[in-house]
């Protein structure tokens, strides 16, 4: 157990719906990362957001959004959703963002676009 | 462009049977190369953070090696509760502070 909890573990929705992914870093961590995981294009990463401040971000589509909040647990919203977004989505903590800190990962969402 | 490839993406060992897993990567600047394992389904684990070249690390059965082109996982007498996928990923000093790039991993299947 990795310490950092995700919400809901399974997702099913319909193309064209909006959802709303859920994360809880590690005791401590102020930095979080999300990463979308397809069996195509393995682990991408999409954003970061350290002390609620968005600091980096990958490939992230412009229907997807995230934020972090003071208590530092973060949400991911995914909206218009088309079939080609079903994947496993995993949030990651680490403690701080000035040094090299290994990223810690939760058990991730799959989501399921029907 | 910062790139990630290992190999071999499928790997089937006989228990007892040592091998390595290779990770080739392509940086500007190697902050740290990371190696994870990954369960089907769920989250990757953490394994290793290695450095600089030269720095080699261990854990049970396992022990990465780091050069300044590659990255090797060797698997010492591996069990079957070693099958997993690992992954290797690279904190370039270009782009964003913590954005890991990952390869697509080496799944590995131990049997008994």
């Known amino acids: 157990d990795s310490g950092v909890t995700q919400t809901p573990k399974h997702l099913i929705t319909a193309t064209g719906q909006r959802v709303t992914l859920r994360c809880s870093p590690r005791?401590?961590?102020?930095?979080v990362y999300w990463y979308q995981q397809s069996l195509d294009q393995g682990l991408q990463f999409l954003i970061q957001?350290?002390?609620?401040?968005?600091?980096a971000k990958g490939n992230i589509l412009e229907r997807f959004s995230a934020q972090q909040f003071p208590d530092l647990h973060s949400e991911l919203n995914l909206s218009s959703l088309e079939l080609g977004d079903s994947a496993l989505y995993f949030c990651?903590?680490?403690?701080?963002?000035?040094?090299?800190?290994?990223?810690?990962f939760g058990p991730g969402t799959r989501l399921t676009v029907t | 462009e910062d790139q990630v490839t290992q190999s071999p993406e499928a790997l089937r060992l006989q228990e007892g049977e040592s091998s390595s897993l290779n990770c080739s990567y392509t940086?500007?600047?190697?902050?740290?190369l990371f190696w994870y394992r990954q369960d089907p389904g769920k989250g990757p684990e953490f394994l290793f953070t290695l450095y600089s070249a030269g720095e080699e690390k261990e854990k049970e059965r396992l022990k990465a090696t780091l050069t300044k082109k590659e990255s090797f996982l060797h698997i010492t007498a591996p069990k079957p509760e070693d099958s997993a996928t690992y992954l290797c990923?690279?904190?370039?000093?270009?782009?964003?502070?913590?954005?890991?790039?990952f390869g697509k991993g080496t799944k590995l299947s131990v049997k008994p």
């Open positions: 940086v500007s600047g190697l902050r740290g």
């Open positions: 990923a690279v904190q370039g000093l270009r782009g964003s502070q913590g954005n890991l790039i």
């Open positions: 005791s401590g961590d102020l930095s």
């Open positions: 990651a903590s680490s403690p701080r963002l000035a040094e090299i800190y290994e990223q810690y």
């Open positions: 957001y350290y002390n609620g401040e968005e600091r």
